[in-house]
């Protein structure tokens, strides 16, 4: 049988110009695949490994801006609380002051008020003792003329009565 491969079973000698071949084709199909596969596929591989890393830089600007944004809201929140405070504090003080003006127009209004209802009395009692005046002269003139039968005439007796009527009210008010 000699030195063929047959069925399994391994020839005595080994040829060199088979191996060589094999040799030299199997460093072929290498390089061809190097050249035609390896290729494609290291540069999908660096397609994927850039996609990937600019997906990851991508992700971590969105972070940082979401982070960002977030302080942003923070401190915009923080801003309307302090503005919110102040406006309550200035509601307050409008307030305080609105009520301090009020009552000091009800004061004023009570004391205009006074004035005028004292004002209203003087002149009101002014004019009640005028008209006690009129009374008592016409009053005193009856009865002076009944008495004196008729001897004055009416404007005398009333300008009697009114000055001695004037003598009792300057009487009264220096009491």
């Known amino acids: 049988m000699g030195t063929d ?12 110009g088979d191996m060589l071949f094999y040799l030299v084709l199997f460093i072929v ?3 061809l695949l190097k050249h ?4 494609p596929v ?18 971590e600007d969105a972070r940082q801006k979401a982070e960002d944004l977030a302080e942003k809201r923070q401190s915009a929140l923080k801003e309307s609380h302090v503005e919110a405070s102040q406006i309550i504090e200035r509601a307050k003080k409008n307030g305080e002051q609105q009520k301090n003006i009020i009552v000091e127009n ?6 205009s008020f006074k004035e005028t209802a004292k004002q209203d009395i003087a002149r009101e009692r002014q004019d009640a003792l005028e ?16 008495v004196i039968s008729k ?3 009416l404007d005398d007796q009333k300008a009697l009565i009114d000055s001695y009527i004037e003598g ?6 220096v009491k």
């Open 5 to 16: 491969f047959i069925l399994g079973a391994v020839a005595t000698s080994v040829k060199w």
């Open 29 to 31: 199909l290498i390089a």
């Open 36 to 39: 035609f596969a390896w290729g």
């Open 42 to 59: 290291n540069e999908m591989m660096d397609k994927r490994a850039n996609k990937i890393a600019n997906d990851i830089d991508s992700a």
């Open 106 to 111: 009800a004061h004023s209004e009570a004391q």
């Open 131 to 146: 008209g006690v005046k009129n009374d008592v002269a016409e009053l005193s003139l009856e009865i002076a003329s009944k």
């Open 151 to 153: 001897n004055l005439q």
């Open 168 to 173: 009792l009210g300057k009487q009264n008010e």
